[in-house]
């Protein structure tokens, strides 16, 4: 079975998002770890590892 270009680029793109996600999963989890052993302020760590206190609070809510 041939692969057609829009397919591969489909594939690609679910597997992009999925590494974005996980990233993002991974550092919403170093930010919980910093917060929770006293390194920084919450806010502090958001603004660090450059995620969102929206992003923040639906994936803690949701996956940590």
């Known amino acids: 079975m041939l692969l057609t270009n829009h397919k591969i680029t ?4 679910i ?7 996980d ?13 929770k052993d006293g390194d920084f ?3 502090e760590a958001l603004k ?7 992003d923040y609070i639906h994936l803690t809510a949701n996956n940590l």
Request: proline letters at 0%; a negative charge; one cysteine or more.
């Open 10 to 13: 489909e594939d690609f793109s």
């Open 15 to 21: 597997a992009e998002e999925l590494m974005q996600t």
């Open 23 to 35: 990233d993002l999963i991974h550092k919403c989890k170093v930010v919980q770890m910093s917060v």
């Open 41 to 43: 302020s919450l806010e």
């Open 48 to 54: 660090i590892y450059k995620v969102s206190k929206k």
